[in-house]
């Protein structure tokens, strides 16, 4: 990733916006936008053609662990705008008709089609998932990701519960699909109860790790579990 200039300037004039608190619109909401404005990821994530400023931490995660090579079959859960499933068909090389490489993104929302990646409307909790997704990559998966974030309520353990839950309802469906040797990759909060996950994903995993790309905001809890070698099968 580029900057665009030291101090958070360019051309002279300070890229700092404030937004003004609307009638019909909490603090909260205007805090979180005056940080996508004034975000450096969201800018660059614009002029890269990425539909969220999430591919740069997928990104990261690949460029250090090399997970996304071509010929892949990869899962993202949660899919929508895109932005995993843009790095990923890329990668993998889903889009060029000469590689193995297969991408399925699955998501309740409707996604905007991508070159490469083959989206359905589904709920991966449903038991016929497992088996309609391994058809649809034509094999088992090389790789489940999952960068869903339940909506947060603002309170701290309430919001941790959720999206620990989530990761571990994203696991149980990659044990599903994985074939031997293959990774899982999710988003998780700092706290607790995660290490619950991690003590389960180390069962059926070769190696269990956190990571937290540069894009994660600094003063975010958010952190990645990456789970490699899939014992399973």
Do not use: C
């Not at 053609?49 to 993202?76: C, F, M, N, Q, W």
């Amino acid at each position: 990733m580029t900057k665009s200039g030291a101090g958070g300037r360019e051309g002279g004039r300070s890229l700092k916006e404030r937004v003004k608190t609307a009638r019909r619109r909490s603090l909260s909401s205007t805090l979180w936008l005056e940080r996508q404005l004034n975000d450096p990821f969201v800018a660059q994530a614009k002029r890269d053609g990425y539909r969220s400023r999430a591919a740069y931490k997928l990104l990261e995660i690949d460029d250090r662990h090399k997970l996304l090579t071509p010929g892949k079959r990869i899962v993202d859960l949660g899919a929508a705008p895109g932005g995993w499933s843009q790095i990923a068909a890329t990668r993998v090389k889903s889009a060029d008709g000469k590689s193995k490489g297969k991408v399925v993104a699955i998501d309740l929302l409707e996604m905007e089609p991508i070159a490469g990646v083959e989206f359905t409307v589904m709920d991966f909790n449903d038991e016929s998932a497992p088996e309609l997704i391994k058809a649809m990559l034509g094999g088992g998966a090389d790789g489940v990701m999952s960068d869903m974030a339940a909506n947060a309520t603002g309170h701290k353990q309430t919001d941790h519960l959720k999206i620990v839950a989530l990761a571990e309802l994203a696991a149980d469906f990659a044990k599903e699909v994985l074939a031997p040797g293959g990774f899982f990759v999710a988003k998780v909060l700092q706290g607790g109860t995660e290490h619950q996950l991690l003590a389960a994903l180390k069962r059926d995993f070769a190696q269990v790790r956190h990571l937290k790309p540069a894009a994660s905001r600094p003063d975010s809890a958010e952190l990645y579990v990456l789970a490699t070698g899939f014992r399973g099968g």
